[in-house]
């Protein structure tokens, strides 16, 4: 049974871009044939008051042969009453041939770099193909992360502009992308949301908000935004695009970000989606289909693909010796461009 | 965050049975007081015709700050097919101050003990205090441990029988545990039930049968009978009792246990079950009132009794430097003797 720590899965080379956008393309290729056990996460809150909570996420890729738990720990007062990130996750994998737990392992790198890279295959198939200015609303880990998976995907990006509350997030933001991405070009928005979204091919909100900031008039013909966060964006921006697509419409509507505000409020009919992105990968749906529509994602996360991508992690640290047991406390980005596969 | 495996758990000193037995007892008070949460387990199954499975146990215990997950692995045919144990557990804990992972660990150890401290504490409130002869049906893990567990609430034992189906586990069985507990009696029954079961004070069956083994002719006046298993126990034994008391009806009744057929058949009803045990620890219901009252238990397992064993193994261990990660294939009692605390 292999212990990987954050810097065990970096030294194996698990900060890979172009793995984990494929392992989450050939995952939803799993999914739509029923090669997947996805059941309902289990929530256990400590105290209402703030929420803190420990999640469970137990999935099985049946072809993999494996089948996994994430364990995520979500503790909004952690950063000002310890200094400690308001997320942790672990990963538990067992392989389902005789049963036995091959590997226990920090889950930050996994969840991050799958949910950006949810995104950024949403964004191979509903942005066009011509993208080249993406703007950020948010400039923290999700952000960043977002950055190098939409790169990927859409190579034609030549400029990122970012606004953030605070003034030197953007400036860390920038300072650490333009060290890994020396060919982009960076605009510093000072904190001017309105700056980053317009005229932006692909807007991405990345932030914890819980308000309305990305107006519908600031999002131009042809645009693809990406909704990471919770509610970041005004009720109008889902009622006025042409197509809204989910990662799990199912898992959405029951939440609290926007769409699943409007859902509730009845604004919002289950035939208002288009569909879920893994109906696109495989064909089932056609993604964009005219250079001016306007395209809406909003992901919720697939503990699944965090199952999958945990075990392609797994396949690269095999036959290690790696053992530190330090939960990470920090960035994924401290210290870690040097093992960063673009 | 310590990883433990079962070799670092016997050298910390957790094969503690005063030790289990006091968690369980003092679990059982936190529960009644409400502060334990405890989920529906979620269960994955890999393959219907074999039942291979993979269950996930969370559960906190609020006033000792500590959340934990059970990764149950049960693979019927390990044994014939693999030369494996059919069952294999991993549990996770982590602290609900910050929500970080402090342990992982080899979770057999503190899954058996558990299981055999809850039989044993429900023996000490529905047993003959004067209780001299238990009889085993089965011989092989459990029945192992509970002897150890049993011996301990009933310091009156004197005379312990054990049939098994097979001759060499009757053999095994006596082999192991005359080491451990040279002032016992044991007597092998040549695999003849009834042999073990008349006469006994305490009847145990710890058997994977699926078939009625056990008659209610059998049961002398003044039995405590403890049902481990599945359906090992002809229906009319259950039936003849004078208080059924449960670990948890509402999980047992949706089980396929002895009592659970007889509940989904409609020949035992709610208020037939006694109580469930905790109700019996606090005090809000009487245990043994009478000499000659015939008592039955049944255990379901109570996932959150192994987050606050697992926790307590978790405190004898801190602080050591205690690294191998192989999950345990062997019995718990292979090479366990000299650390085990009696």
Redesign the interface.
Known sequence: ???LSHKDLLKAGCFNIPMALSVVEATFGKYAKGEV?F??K???I?RQETQ?R?N?L???I?TEKV?G?K?V???PP?PTR?H?PNL?A?I?L?E?E????IA?MDGTLCSDLRTASISAVAAKYLARKDSEVIGFLGAGEQAKMHLLTMRHVLPSLKVCKVASRRKESEERFIRQMADILPDMQFVPCDSEYEKAASGSDVVITAISAQLPLLQAEWLGEGVFYCHVGGWEDDYAVPLSVDKIVTDDWHSVKHRTQTISRLYQMGKLKDEDIYGDLYEIVVGTKKGRTSEKEKIYFNGVGLSYMDIALAYEFYKKAEGREC?S???LKESVFDDAKRYIVL
């Open positions: 049974m292999l212990v056990l059941p309902d289990v929530s256990q400590f803190e420990i469970c137990p999935a099985t049946l089948c738990m364990w720990a979500v503790f952690n310890h400690l942790n672990t538990l067992s389902i005789t049963g036995f737990p226990v053992i047991l330090e939960t």
